[in-house]
């Protein structure tokens, strides 16, 4: 399944300030019976999100109208835990494409590059000025350059530089997953094993 190419992302962002995020926090695993990728989003952090009751709770991030944006940004250690791919899927089916932290958990990492969702880990002190910058102006925005693996506070003009695999930047850039990317070698597959036979 392809998706969106992800080249350069110029967004405001929702600050999630926590440390130690993990996967049954961003899709508690009652809500993983699901096999497509759709309706996740719908439960992103259900319940931090919502009562008992289904009310929503006034105090978090992504019930306060003041915050919206395709970049989600998070405290450090984010998405530990369980291996479940449904973390990932909840975050890009709720509208995120970007999530930026100091530290990712690398089997959520993996899953995120692998459905179109670009985590980008930053300094401990860059990760600080980004949560200041939108602390002081919700509608601050960031911008991710994926070519050129940056990211930059629009409004200070501060940049710091980020670490991406080369096949995995370059499936995102083209809006490829791993069979698009055979698919696209598909000429050069077939002309390598006409070479073999003959």
Same mark, same amino acid.
């Given at each position: 399944?392809?998706?969106?190419? $992800? ?7 929702? %600050?999630? %300030? ?5 996967? !049954? ?5 009652? $809500? #993983? ?5 759709? +309706?996740?989003?719908?439960? #992103?952090?259900? !319940?931090?999100?919502? @009562?008992? !009751? ?8 992504? @019930?306060? %109208?003041?915050?919206? +944006? ?7 250690? $984010? +998405?530990? +835990?369980?291996?479940?791919e449904h973390a990932a899927w909840a975050i890009y ?10 530290? $990712?958990?690398?089997i959520f990492k993996g899953n995120s590059l692998n ?9 401990? =002190? ?10 002081? !102006?919700? @509608?601050? =925005? #960031?911008?991710?350059?994926? %070519? =050129? ?12 530089s980020f670490d991406i695999n080369g096949y995995k930047?370059? @499936? ?20 390598? =094993? ?5």
């Amino acid at each position: 399944m392809a998706y969106d190419k $992800f080249t350069i992302l110029k967004s405001t962002a929702v %600050p999630l %300030p926590i440390e130690n995020v993990d996967t !049954d926090q961003i899709i508690p695993a009652r $809500f #993983l019976k699901a096999t497509k990728r759709e +309706g996740f989003g719908d439960n #992103l952090f259900r !319940d931090w999100r919502y @009562n008992g !009751d289904d009310t929503p709770k006034q105090d978090f991030v992504l @019930n306060n %109208p003041i915050y919206s +944006g395709k970049i989600l940004v998070g405290g450090r250690n $984010f +998405g530990s +835990g369980s291996s479940r791919e449904h973390a990932a899927w909840a975050i890009y089916d709720y509208g995120f494409r970007c999530v930026v932290s100091s530290f $990712f958990a690398d089997i959520f990492k993996g899953n995120s590059l692998n459905i179109g969702i670009l985590p980008v880990q930053v300094s401990e =002190e860059f990760l600080d000025k980004i949560f200041q910058a939108i602390e002081a !102006d919700p @509608n601050a =925005e #960031l911008e991710v350059n994926l %070519p =050129e693996q940056t990211i930059t506070i629009i409004a200070s003009g501060e940049q710091e530089s980020f670490d991406i695999n080369g096949y995995k930047k370059h @499936n995102m850039v083209n809006g490829f997953d791993d069979i698009d990317y055979l698919q696209a070698m598909k000429s050069d597959i077939t002309e390598f =094993e006409a070479q073999r036979l003959y």
